[in-house]
């Protein structure tokens, strides 16, 4: 069955980026989530199936892989080999060739030591992590099922920030979950003040069918969800403009990604910190990895030029 359900990998970004699925499905069951019922319970590939694969594509000129799952920091849940995603990721690590490796995405209850430990030992592990936390607010947290409160997901957070200071981290937030009241919200805006992401992908409540959520009482008025929407992303793109300005001045390794349409002797690429860089540079750059000394930092992408 895992061999069967596992033929549409993998999945090229570029001639030198590949996505690598190590499992599908969910088992946690989020009460606004549609997952569980549509791809089924969490199923990991087993550990050799993606080695094999990734020096498949390594053998053919890819850089850079992110491993990628619903749920990425529980694989190996149901493997006979005894294997988990902090030694998963040593593992590739230790790939001949391989230069980055990334994965998405992440669930903060399972965001532990060992796979912590794992961004200061793997050279080859990017410093980037997208680590869904939805609301600050644990009333909310409860009814959506997350399996964590906000001190627990600040505590990880913090512990990231003392073995890798470096780091960037992404996030989900959903406003306007049913029952979010003005304090829920509040403790949300608290908390992207605390983090202080790099970005977040941001959304209003949307029900689902058949999820738990659809049913519960105390759905938030539109209007209100869209205020409270246009407030977080607001703050968050002066933040974002904030942590990116501090990369002004450091040379940075960007991974070269393309071309612009517009300007061929602009390119584009991302730093390990999956920071947006673009800088003037020949077209014959593409797929390597450069250094770039920052000059500007916007809310969106870095500016430089190649050292």
């Known amino acids: 069955m895992t061999k069967d359900f596992f033929q549409i990998h993998p999945k090229y970004k570029s001639t030198f980026q590949a996505y690598v699925p190590i499992s599908t499905g969910c088992d946690n069951f989020c009460t606004y989530c549609i997952v569980p019922y549509v791809r089924g319970r969490e199923i990991s590939r087993p550990s050799s199936e993606i080695i094999k694969e990734i020096k498949g594509l390594v053998s053919r000129g890819v850089k850079e892989v992110t491993l990628i799952g619903q749920n990425v920091n529980s694989y190996g849940r149901g493997l006979h080999e005894g294997i988990d995603f902090p030694t998963l990721l040593r593992e590739v690590n230790g790939i001949e060739g391989l230069r980055r490796i990334r994965f998405m995405t992440s669930h903060p209850k399972d965001i532990l030591d060992p796979l912590i430990s794992s961004f200061g030992e793997l050279e080859k592990l990017c410093e980037h992590l997208h680590l869904p936390v939805q609301s600050g607010s644990n009333s909310v947290l409860k009814r959506m099922n997350r399996s964590y409160t906000r001190e627990a997901y600040l505590s990880r957070v913090q512990a990231l920030r003392d073995l890798s200071p ?23 805006m608290d908390l992207i003040e605390k983090v202080r992401y790099d970005a977040i992908f941001s959304f209003k409540f949307s029900p689902r069918l058949e999820t738990k959520a659809a049913d519960m009482p105390a759905q938030v008025d539109e209007g209100l969800k869209d205020k409270r929407l246009l407030v977080l992303q607001e703050r968050q793109r002066e933040i974002s403009l904030e942590r990116n300005m501090e990369y002004e001045g450091r040379v940075v390794e960007v991974l070269v990604e393309g071309g612009s349409e517009k300007n061929h002797e602009r390119l584009s690429g991302k730093t390990r910190s999956f920071k947006t860089v673009k800088f003037d540079g020949d077209q014959g750059l593409i797929g390597e990895l450069v250094q770039v000394r920052i000059a500007k930092g916007y809310v969106n992408s870095l500016i430089g030029e190649i050292v």
């Open 166 to 188: 470096g780091i960037s981290l992404t996030s989900d937030i959903i406003v306007g979950f049913p029952g979010e009241s003005d304090e829920d919200f509040d403790a949300t």
